[in-house]
């Protein structure tokens, strides 16, 4: 018999492969643990589909766009800052994009670069490229460390801004220190940047060795498409269509995406409740519940739960973790890592959705064992 395992490539059979949030199957559970948009998206988008579907589905025999060319020029447009369809990305998902980009800069050699915590992927991508790492730990008052990452000898340093499990989000007067010395390829994930005050897109004009990295998972409710997009000069673009596949981002995609980034009305709706009920919530966890919590930029809470005896740690966040998860109330629980072990991390569903969050924690600080 041959060891068929045996064949692969020594750096792929030790490789462990990235953990996403579980999506559940059954129905009743709150879900608030991928940090999906808790409303639909805008009704143009169920629209454009059923239009591209038509009848009888033909148009699905044909290939799609192969660049995403008319999305690319809806993108820029959107943007503006002088962007235009050369400076424009569209991946299968923003994991896509950054796929690519591990892909196209970094190897053994020529490291990549990024902050511990911050999004769990970017070790994946490198390990499957058997690439070296260059990692910069957060302390626990999370802001940017911008002497160590100004100093990086990354060959692309990826910061997730806001960051992810925290929220916390960073300014471009900050970045633009690190932009002062770092000579690599600054890749910002801003998947969360709609719910913040700031973002890198006017860094660009600028910096040619910025990378925006954005999705429409999040704030425009189309996770289930897988959307995502990069915002970079045109070269680096270039290089990344070298290592895309051809057809990387469906028909169907394509035209969804187009008619959600035409109703910003719709989306600035979603975007402002979004926020007005995790700014809501953070105040009662920090104030009412005394629970440490981070100032959140994105549509996600990371809060520091207290027992009943105002203990907090690792064990009492895996213990709230385990209530809610009992009543089928689903949340985050990183325990990897010192600074994330003793947090939940926490998506703002619906009012409704918070409320139900908010009684089962009062359930649990009432149990013996919380
Ligand atoms: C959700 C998320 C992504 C992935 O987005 P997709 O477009 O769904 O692939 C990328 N980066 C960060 C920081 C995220 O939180």
Redesign the pocket.
């Known amino acids: 018999m041959i060891e068929v395992s045996s064949l692969a490539l020594p750096h792929i059979a030790k490789l462990h492969a990235y953990t996403p949030g579980l999506q559940p199957t059954g129905s009743g559970w709150v879900k608030l643990n991928t940090?999906e948009c808790p409303y639909p998206p805008s009704p143009r988008v169920a629209e454009a589909l059923r239009r591209e579907i038509g009848e009888d589905g033909a148009s699905l025999r044909l290939y799609p766009n192969p660049p995403g060319a008319p999305l690319r020029a809806v993108v820029a447009r959107l943007h503006g800052h002088g962007l235009r369809e050369e400076n424009v990305c569209i991946g299968n998902?923003?994991?896509d994009i950054?796929n690519l980009l591990v892909r196209a800069f970094c190897t053994r050699e020529a490291s990549a670069g990024f902050t511990r915590p911050s999004?769990s992927l970017y070790p994946v991508l490198v390990g499957i490229q058997d690439g070296g790492t260059d990692v910069i730990a957060f302390d626990r008052t999370m802001r940017l460390p911008v002497e160590q990452m100004a100093a990086s000898g990354a060959r692309a340093f990826f910061l997730?801004s806001p960051n992810?499990p925290t929220g916390v989000g960073f300014s471009n007067a900050e970045l633009e220190r690190v932009l002062a010395s770092f000579r690599g390829l600054l890749v910002v994930?801003e998947?969360?940047a709609p719910f913040a005050n700031e973002n890198a897109v006017p860094l660009l004009a600028r910096h040619p060795n910025v990378v925006v990295v954005r999705?429409l998972?999040?704030a425009y409710a189309l996770?289930g498409l897988?959307v995502?997009y990069a915002l970079a000069h045109s070269d680096v673009i270039g290089l990344l269509d070298r290592v895309r596949d051809s057809y990387n981002v469906n028909r169907l995609s394509q035209v969804a995406a187009i008619a959600a980034l035409g109703d910003p009305t719709y989306y600035d709706g979603v975007i402002d409740r979004v926020k007005a009920t995790r700014d809501r919530c953070a105040r009662e966890f920090a104030g009412p519940r005394g629970w440490f919590t981070y100032p959140s930029a994105a549509n996600f809470i990371f809060t520091e739960p207290k027992n009943a005896r105002g203990e907090s740690g690792p064990e009492v966040a895996r213990s709230a973790y385990d209530f809610l998860f009992a009543r089928q109330v689903l949340v985050r629980h990183f325990p990897s890592h010192a600074l994330t072990a003793p947090f939940l991390r926490i998506s703002v569903g619906t009012d409704r959705e918070m409320q139900i969050l908010n009684a089962t924690l009062d359930a649990w600080l009432k149990t013996p064992n919380a």
Do not use: C, P, Q, V
Request: charged share 25%; hydrophobic share 25%.
């Open positions: 940090n998902g923003s994991d950054l999004y997730t992810a994930d998947a969360y999705t998972s999040k996770a897988r995502g």
